[in-house]
């Protein structure tokens, strides 16, 4: 039954047109740390909007059958720890704040969705090793941009908090760079 919701063209382009909604309001909200980034920079700071553009791609182009491999690499990684990203930071946020704005809770349920829906069609990506790597390596590599050059999504309550948010995420990019192995390459070597 969900292997057939997901496939249905009506849903896929629900899903796209939502995710494409998402995907421009994210580089919107994004907008003032924008402004100050370094030009060498703006690729890599705005993380949930790419990681959603990602999947808009890859939901464009398998709505035509078509499988882009990198881009199914950089979006079941991405979305998942970007999306357990921003609801572990808003849940911390509100342990720190003891409180949290409507948007808080909106960004943590949009952002965990994100994390579902990457992992919902790893079925369906055509990923194998190399594309995983290659994931990995953009991923790790934004990890360095945010955490050695500054340039992490701006969270001014737990700013304070940055070698420690740091540390998890490198981890958390582990486990997304883990998992996203074990739904795609793991189940087609077992085949073999």
Do not use: C
């Amino acid at each position: 039954m969900l292997k057939y919701i997901l496939l249905d063209k009506r849903f896929l382009l629900g899903l796209l047109i939502v995710n494409l909604i998402g995907t421009i309001y994210g580089y919107y909200w994004y907008r003032s740390q924008l402004s100050i980034t370094p030009d060498i920079f703006l690729v890599f700071v705005p993380d949930s909007p790419t990681a959603s553009l990602f999947f808009t791609i890859f939901l464009l182009l398998f709505l035509f059958n078509r499988n882009t491999p990198y881009i199914e690499a950089l979006a079941i990684i991405t979305l998942f720890k970007y999306g357990i990203w921003a609801v572990a930071m808003n849940l911390f946020t509100l342990y720190v704040d003891g409180s949290l704005s409507w948007q808080g809770y909106m960004l943590m349920a949009s952002h965990g969705g994100m994390a579902i829906q990457g992992l919902l069609y790893a079925p369906f990506y055509a990923i194998k090793v190399r594309h995983i790597m290659f994931g990995a390596l953009w991923t790790l590599h934004n990890d360095v941009i945010d955490y050695v050059f500054d340039m992490m999504p701006m969270y001014s309550s737990v700013t304070m908090y940055m070698e420690e948010i740091g540390y998890f995420t490198f981890w958390l990019s582990i486990l997304s760079i883990f998992i996203a192995y074990k739904l795609t390459i793991k189940p087609k070597n077992s085949l073999s």
